[in-house]
């Protein structure tokens, strides 16, 4: 690993100084910064795996408690994630031209703001609580529980900022490491509190929910402290550099995260109203529909790690003034990760029912989810473009048109076919509708990435 570390740092360390990289210094540097990446987001998904395997093993109910609130916790997450980029695409953007006490800059107002923010979050999450089970459709045998599970995840919401802008951090600085160790560690803890609160403390879903809470305080708090106090680009420990309010740098936050932040709304609110469409399906849809979401999240990960290493040499580039070498970088990172991608469908479609059987021993969610997942297998490599092509984007500072490219694929073609779609097949329509909502948004995406025009960035001074 330490091999590793150098190597790449001193690849970056090119790019910074304008040297020139040749086709297989880029494609180590993609594959250096990658790795640690993909395994983060897996072991990420893995954590959440683990939690929809223990719990449901509990029953159908208990499944169905966790699923209905699923795509709730995953807009609060995705606000988090739009707060933290709005400030980290900076960093990357200042540590590019090698202007270092900018990037801790940023770093502070971004520490003051994301926390107010999360703060706000975590309330308005709280005050929602008990309602949601019934807005999303769920009925009062599972309301109860999924109520709770919401509630023990929104309380530990301002943990999970914290972690989200210190990786986030790390990451455009060149640092994937500490964020892949941070995440394997939460997965351990939270395989052990789980196993605890869940079984030996028989508490159910509530166990899952605190056991996962518990694991996000206590990485989160761990990977602030290495990021504020540690990180030699970072670190906040500084002799001489007083803090001082620069208006510009939550102005330029706002101009590349809220897009961001709109279309985590806006998309979480249409994957909520999916939820809605599955929900009138029976319990049954509704544990296959989550947990088959959860088994396919661990084929396209992949995607998401090679796409921050998109972000990173995106970010880095432009702060360089290096256009050529953003092109190059896009198209590399793309190509990368259809083809990981079309692996990770290919195995998804062989071995469906192997999957959805490590989370439930319901016969009935097996083969529902099984042939559910097998219809997404076929979207994957255009999916892998999506996230990439919008990862390419985001380096850049150019969040609004691909946001809204996303937003009106999965409002108007994903939602509209999965409600016509699941009156006649149920859930395997609701999932067909998803294979080829995604395959547009990817063809679409893809084709403004050959374009060039997200390199119009937002610049910071």
């Not at 939690?51 to 609130?69: F, T, W």
């Not at 940023?106 to 005050?127: C, D, G, Y």
């Not at 998309?267 to 929900?279: D, H, K, L, N, P």
Request: with cysteine; hydrophobic share 55%.
């Amino acid at each position: 690993m330490s091999v590793f570390k150098g190597k790449s740092d001193e690849l970056l360390g090119y790019i910074r100084d304008g040297k020139a990289l040749t086709a297989g210094d880029k494609l180590n540097l993609i594959i250096q910064l990658s790795i640690p990446s993909i395994l983060a987001q897996i072991t990420s998904v893995v954590m959440f795996f683990i939690d929809q395997a223990m719990v449901g093993h509990l029953g159908e109910k208990a499944s169905a408690a966790c699923g209905i609130v699923e795509t709730s916790t995953w807009l609060f997450g995705s606000l988090t994630g739009a707060a933290s980029m709005g400030f980290s695409v900076q960093v990357a953007h200042f540590i590019g031209a090698n202007d270092f006490v900018k990037a801790r800059q940023v770093f502070r107002h971004a520490l003051i703001v994301t926390t107010l923010l999360s703060l706000v979050m975590m309330l308005v999450a709280v005050a929602i609580a008990r309602p949601l089970p019934f807005w999303l459709g769920g009925g009062a045998d599972i309301a109860r529980d999924a109520s709770i599970y919401f509630l023990i995840f929104a309380l530990s919401g301002p943990f999970f900022q914290l972690n989200s802008l210190s990786s986030a951090m790390l990451k455009c600085s060149g640092n994937m490491r500490i964020p892949s160790m941070v995440s394997i560690v939460m997965c351990l803890l939270d395989v052990v509190f789980n196993y605890l609160l869940i079984y030996k403390a028989h508490l159910g879903v509530m166990g899952a929910a605190i056991g996962t809470s518990l694991a996000i305080v206590i990485c989160g708090s761990a990977q602030a402290w290495i990021a504020i106090f540690r990180n030699e680009m970072l670190s906040l420990r500084r002799v001489g550099e007083r803090f001082h309010w620069v208006g510009d740098y939550l102005v330029n936050a706002v101009k590349i995260g809220l897009p961001m932040a709109a279309q985590s709304v806006l998309m979480s609110g249409a994957q909520i109203v999916g939820t809605m469409i599955v929900a009138p399906l029976g319990n049954i849809a509704i544990a296959a529909n989550t947990l088959g979401i959860t088994a396919e999240s661990l084929c396209y990960m992949p995607g998401f790690g090679i796409g921050e290493a998109a972000t990173t040499l995106i970010g880095q580039s432009l702060g360089a003034g290096r256009g050529d070498l953003c092109k190059s970088f896009a198209r590399m990172t793309l190509f990368s990760g259809m083809a990981v991608m079309a692996v990770m469908g290919a195995v998804m479609f062989v071995f469906a029912p192997e999957m959805m059987g490590l989370m439930t021993p319901v016969e009935e969610i097996i083969d529902l989810g099984s042939r559910c997942l097998r219809i997404e297998a076929f979207a994957e490599p255009m999916f892998a473009a999506s996230i990439i092509a919008v990862c390419v984007c985001v380096g850049a500072g150019d969040t609004l048109k691909p946001a809204i490219i996303s937003l009106s694929s999965m409002w108007f073609i994903r939602l509209t076919l999965a409600y016509f779609l699941s009156i006649e097949y149920g859930l395997v329509g609701v999932w067909t509708a998803m294979a080829i909502e995604l395959t547009f948004r990817g063809v679409m995406l893809t084709v403004r990435l050959f374009r060039g025009k997200w390199m119009n960035t937002t610049k910071v001074t």
